[in-house]
């Protein structure tokens, strides 16, 4: 009976044992099989021109990705903005604008992180990043969107001479990433269409503008330019106080000679 007994028992922790190694070589064939994937931020990043920003890329699960081939491209025309493989990085395909501004950290590496920092960013980074590993478990991609942003100089307001009945007001400003929105406020607060507009980027790539308004006697009060940067919500504005008086009887010569004492008097 002891025996039997014995005998059943040794049989059941077999079994038991079996299960247990068939289980564990399910889990490793498992991981064996599975595939490289990245994981982005979810949401655009936003940043402001001359920050230093860092686009966020990291194995799932978190794995040593020193073995591993990592590339980071632009979506638009696929070309390198930074290259790691065989245990180094590789500048030879970089491109030329991102030379000396980009660095993959080699400890993240060891984490799985393959976060990339860019130095110093300039309105030309703006668009969409391609985060790319390569290893023996296979391939994996994963995209980043960077929106680059910068706030401009306060709207200078000026009077600049007679037109159509009435007095021409420019509103200048500079230094803005992306281009922005421009509104001309009347005393009332209204909202008032530019006869003319020119925007322009400087050698940095910002945004230049010149809004123009033929203002008339009807507008007696502060005249206000408004321009907003719609990407961070935020903007500049600056007024200017205009008399009905002023446009009474007006004469291009008055007005020219008026327009001439209040610049000086500004």
């Not at 049989?11 to 038991?16: E, F, T, V």
């Not at 010149?210 to 719609?230: F, M, Q």
Request: with cysteine; charged share 15%; hydrophobic share 40%.
């Amino acid at each position: 009976m002891q025996f039997l007994l014995g005998s059943g028992y040794s049989s059941l922790a077999n079994h038991l044992w079996g299960v247990l190694c068939y289980l564990v070589t399910l889990h490793v064939l498992h991981l064996g099989s599975a595939q490289l994937k990245v994981v982005g931020p979810g949401q655009p990043l936003t940043a402001t021109v001359g920050q230093d920003i860092v686009l966020p890329c990291q194995l799932s699960p978190s794995l040593n990705a020193q073995s591993m081939a990592v590339r980071w491209i632009r979506h638009h025309n696929s070309k390198t903005v930074h290259h790691y493989r065989d245990g180094e990085d590789q500048f030879a395909e970089q491109m030329r604008e991102y030379q000396g501004r980009t660095e993959l950290s080699h400890d993240g590496l060891k984490r799985g992180s393959l976060d990339l920092q860019i130095a110093s960013v300039r309105p030309s980074d703006d668009g969409t990043y391609v985060c790319t590993v390569e290893g023996a478990a296979g391939y994996a991609e994963a995209t980043v969107e960077l929106q680059v942003a910068a706030i401009g100089s306060s709207p200078l307001v000026s009077l600049e001479g007679y037109q159509g009945g009435g007095i021409q007001v420019v509103c200048r400003s500079s230094g803005w990433f992306p281009e922005p929105e421009v509104l001309w406020k009347d005393p009332q607060g209204q909202h008032l269409l530019s006869v003319s507009q020119r925007h322009s980027h400087n050698e940095r790539g910002l945004f230049e503008i010149e809004h123009s308004l033929s203002v008339t006697g009807e507008a007696d009060g502060n005249l206000s330019c408004v321009v907003r940067n719609s990407r961070l919500g935020q903007e500049k504005e600056s007024s200017l106080h205009i008399s009905a008086p002023f446009f009474h009887d007006a004469h291009p010569w008055k007005v020219a000679l008026a327009v001439m004492l209040v610049a000086l008097l500004v």
